[in-house]
Nanobody, 124 residues
């Protein structure tokens, strides 16, 4: 069982930046593909970005492409989501997740482990 803890959320003005972190328990982080998802009030959880075990392959949602960057440091058992040029529409709870299979994962159903989420609020 892997436990995930997100951090780095907060309140930021439009145009600002935040860096989210996802710390995984144990030493098996490198075995998993990682993803970031978000959920706005009254909306379904949506895919944001994913990165494969080695970090060589990533995929990012069109809505955040060019603004958000996913990365990972397997030695630190930690994943990241760098968010730049934030917009009010980016507001929501951001979750990191891990999946056992090696391919990139665009659907929440593919993921096996989830963090508790961190709130990101972007003011206009």
């Amino acid at each position: 069982q892997v436990q995930l803890v997100e951090s780095g959320g907060g309140l930021v003005q439009a145009g600002g930046s935040l860096r989210l972190s996802c710390a995984a328990s144990g030493r098996t982080f490198y075995l998993y593909t990682m993803g970031w998802f978000r959920q706005a009030p009254g909306k379904e959880r949506e895919f944001v970005a994913t990165i494969t075990r080695s970090g060589k392959t990533t995929s990012t949602a069109e809505s955040v492409k060019g603004r958000f960057t996913i990365s990972r440091d397997n030695a630190k058992n930690t994943g990241y989501l760098q968010m730049n040029s934030l917009k009010p529409d980016d507001t929501g709870v951001y979750y990191c997740a891990l999946k056992i299979t090696a391919s990139v994962g665009l659907s929440a159903d593919e993921y096996n482990y989830w963090g508790q989420g961190t709130q990101v609020t972007v003011s206009s």
